[in-house]
């Protein structure tokens, strides 16, 4: 096995189960008593410590061992969940985090713990040890150096052992192992027998073994180092370990939390919790085996059930097995839906998309050359073989789409926190969770969102006393929203604060010499200045935000995505920003038209409709740069004039198309020369040096072997809107 | 019955001198109306020493002779101790007092 995937395997499941335990503690804060959310806390801890010890990540262990532990107390009810515990249980997640974030930055693996982090687990477990009992009946004491898993036993286990004939020639000392034994625990009681049928001279050899023990053995330590301690006398021995009642409550508490997806049989589940031995076991099977064979002959169906011999054979008591077939049966309709869902690797799954993106250019060439060779009944073969590539791009790219929730979730820790420590008090309410986009965008977004949030918080929602006095609600809110519209996703914030102060906004942008103080800008366009490099609004910057570098880092960040930011504000109700993004970032339905030499590619998500620019019943020009359709008056761009490429030999005569593209409120046309149809377009980034061309969003092939540009809607909708058309940045 | 009667184990009571050891309990207790032990002298005692104990414990049973440790030497109480036999092998009880042990 690579271990180094195993590891990363493992830093992943600890993620995943991180979140799950956040969930879970946000949901125990409005309501400490739900069980669900208790059981998804105490199985994180749970999973984590055995998976981690698997790895021999003994800090994380300890660590949430002791979590874990104290969890079982909650759930049990000898321990209430206080709002200092909750908090306290947050921070134990984080460290938990911390320490698997250690884990994951230490090649080796066997690097000692940083003291800060020694200490900072040190100190949040004696909080957690030192809660005050809240109730009478509450048992907070926690044994910290318990280094076994297993509870003190407050009973005795009882031992069987029956050496075989051969045990001293085989070099044996029956006794050696009893002495071993005496110094993991108290030998409380212990019978000898010498179980010979006769003592005749003659059938008593002195150099075979007859020796029995039956031991009452007390002892903290687990069944797998008791049994350890016979280890060796396996072949010679027969060797029956019970637990003490204690421990067998123990195995039953255990095999009801025994994370599912780790079931494979009963066997191996009653190894992993320690309940039987893996010779006992072996044992077991083997019995099960013989048996099955015997029965072959006579009664093929019924082959033992492997609880009945474990217990037959004294390796267990009966309710462990029991209970171990419940968890087995609860575990094989869980697996069931697991099995459902397979982990991939995420640059396979690229690998995959690039592969679909070349077939979709290779099918367009193949199309192009048919109709070149003139070849008609070949037609209908390329359209079949189009509309198979067309599905094969749409479910390779919707492998990689995840819902955004899972990714939004996250935020409600941000709020809590970033609320508790500015005194606040807001609700994030979360919707369109459902909503599902590439992964890639999904984990580009949230560090814009992110800080889009913290401003929401840090500068949108005021304090309690202030709302109070404005005649507003004190609990403040932040509403988050995910949904899909014409090929793209929507994601709104919206929160019912302060607003955007426009004025302010302006002087500062004055003052710092972002706009000229006669420039004559609209409401819109005051508020986009907070957009701008270098500006925040907030005369005092917080730890969470306003140092005055986060909103330009966000716009680019969403720009990079070919996405858009909006923003609207309303001073004193509050303020809502809009971010539009591409659904993905590789593939799109594209929609080609020809202009002068060349051919563009609009995305067809966002192309509204198509008229003839002549067609003078709908149309009217008004000057140069706006047309008037069916009323409405449109800016227009004319692909020719931006790009500088008008083909000289095409008849000045000859008609134009208008393609009337939108994008988020906006809508406006673009003249182009031929409608050419839609077309499977595979986004091809462009190179450093057009880095700085606007208007233009990436390159693809065409099935002819041409380049054609795709074009950036809302870059040209900016072009469009003022009166200087360029098509480069000064 | 008198002390002489008494058979006195030297030595190692091991795998190695069970074969012996056998046969001179065999030959002392053949008959014998008590069978007294002094273990004073042995120096070492195994798994098959013990069985040896236990063997001719139930030989003496078999014929209703008596049984009784007389004496033992350190390795052996040590023994004795650890499968809490000293009764079961009717240790003399003067020397069982020294040996307390919770059963």
């Known amino acids: 096995m690579n271990l180094d995937s195993a590891r990363q395997a493992f830093i992943e499941e600890v993620a995943e189960l991180l979140q799950t335990m956040e969930d879970a503690l946000l949901t125990l804060e409005q309501n400490p008593a739900d069980p669900e959310s208790l059981n998804d806390v105490f199985r994180a801890m749970h999973t984590i410590k055995g998976t981690g010890g698997v790895f021999g990540y003994t800090p994380v262990v300890d660590f949430t061992h002791t979590v874990e532990t104290l969890m079982d107390q909650v759930r049990s009810g000898q321990m209430t969940l206080t709002k200092p515990l909750i908090e306290t249980l947050f921070e134990c997640r984080d460290h938990t985090s911390a320490l698997i974030d250690f884990i994951a930055a230490d090649a080796t693996g066997d690097a000692p713990l940083s003291p800060d982090l020694q200490r900072a687990g040190d100190a949040l477990l004696a909080r957690l040890g030192h809660e005050p009992p809240p109730t009478p009946t509450a048992v907070p004491v926690l044994n910290f150096d318990a280094p076994t898993y297993l509870p003190e036993a407050n009973d005795l286990w009882m031992i069987s052992l029956e050496f075989k004939a051969d045990a001293f020639r085989h070099g044996m000392d029956p006794l050696s192992f009893l002495r071993y034994l005496s110094s993991l625990g108290d030998l409380v009681h212990v019978v000898t027998l010498l179980p010979i049928a006769s003592i005749d001279s003659e059938h008593f050899d002195p150099e075979s073994c007859y020796l029995s023990f039956g031991i009452a053995f007390r002892s903290d330590a687990d069944k797998r180092t008791i049994a350890g301690v016979f280890e060796f006398a396996d072949e010679d021995c027969e060797i029956r370990i019970l637990e003490p009642d204690s421990a067998h409550n123990r195995y039953i508490d255990l095999l009801e939390a025994t994370p599912h997806d780790q079931i494979n049989c009963m066997g191996d589940l009653l190894v992993s919790i320690g309940a039987i031995t893996p010779f006992e076991l072996a044992r077991a099977l083997k019995i099960q085996e013989e048996t099955g064979q015997l029965l072959d002959g006579s009664e093929p169906a019924a082959k033992r059930r492997l609880g009945e011999i474990l217990v037959e054979q004294g390796s267990i008591k009966s309710g462990v097995v029991e209970q171990a077939v419940k968890t087995q049966e609860t575990a094989r309709g869980k697996r069931q839906e697991d099995n459902r869902i397979i982990r991939v690797d995420a640059q396979r799954l690229g690998h995959l998309i690039d592969l679909v993106g070349e077939l979709v250019t290779s099918s367009a060439a193949i199309r192009v050359m048919v109709k070149r060779a003139g070849i008609d009944n070949m037609n209908e073969v390329v359209d079949g073989v189009d509309y198979l590539v067309s599905e094969i791009r749409d479910n390779a790219l919707q492998l990689r789409m995840v819902a955004i929730g899972e990714s939004l979730s996250r935020f409600r820790r941000v709020v809590r926190d970033a609320s508790q420590e500015l005194g606040k008090l807001i609700d994030l309410v979360i919707t369109g969770g459902e909503t599902e986009l590439d992964k890639t965008v999904v984990e580009k977004i949230i560090d814009p969102l992110t800080h889009l949030i913290r401003n929401a918080v840090d500068h949108g929602i005021e304090e309690p006393m202030v709302r109070q006095k404005a005649g507003k609600l004190t609990t403040g809110t932040i509403h988050l929203n995910a949904y899909h519209d014409s090929g793209h996703i929507v994601i709104e914030i919206e929160d019912d604060g302060a607003g955007l102060d426009a004025a302010r906004i302006r002087a500062k942008a004055e003052a710092k010499g972002l706009i000229k103080p006669e420039e004559v800008l609209t409401r819109e366009e005051t508020l986009r200045l907070i957009f701008a490099p270098g500006l925040s609004t907030k005369e005092q910057a917080t730890s969470l935000s306003g140092r005055g570098v986060g909103m330009d880092v966000v716009r680019r960040n969403i720009e990079a995505l070919r996405g858009t930011v909006e923003l609207d504000s309303t001073l004193g109700v509050g303020t809502k920003i809009t971010i539009i993004l591409p659904l993905t970032l590789a593939i799109i339905e594209g929609f080609l038209v020809g202009a002068g030499r060349d051919q563009y590619v609009i995305p067809l998500s966002q192309v509204a409709e198509c008229v003839e620019m002549n067609a003078t019943a709908t149309l009217k020009q008004h000057g140069e740069h706006y047309i008037n359709l069916r009323g409405e008056v449109l800016p227009f761009i004319r692909l020719t004039d931006l790009f500088h490429n008008a083909d000289w030999h095409r008849a000045t005569n000859q008609r134009e198309s208008l393609v009337v593209v939108r994008f988020g409120h906006h809508k406006m046309g673009l003249v182009v020369d031929t409608l050419l149809g839609e077309l499977q377009t595979v986004i091809k980034p462009l190179g450093k040096l057009f880095e700085r061309l606007r208007g233009v969003a990436g390159a693809t092939i065409l099935g002819t072997g041409d380049i054609a540009l795709i074009l950036d809607v809302a870059e040209l909708a900016a072009i469009g809107q003022t009166p200087h058309q360029v098509t480069v940045k000064h | ?103």
């Not at chain 2, 207790?29 to 104990?53: F, H, K, M, N, P």
């Open chain 2, 1 to 103: 019955m008198s002390a002489e009667s008494a058979l006195v184990l030297e030595g190692e009571m091991t795998i190695y001198t069970a074969a012996a050891i056998r046969t001179q309990l065999q030959d002392y207790v053949t008959g014998r109306q008590q069978c007294i032990l002094d273990l004073t002298a042995v120096s070492e005692i195994d798994s098959a020493g013990l069985q040896l104990l236990l063997w001719v414990r139930r030989v003496a049973a078999e014929q209703r002779a008596d049984f009784q440790l007389r004496s033992i030497s350190p390795a052996v109480a040590q023994v004795l101790e650890l499968l809490q036999l000293e009764q079961g092998l009717n240790l003399n009880a003067s020397y069982a007092t020294g040996q307390q042990h919770e059963s």
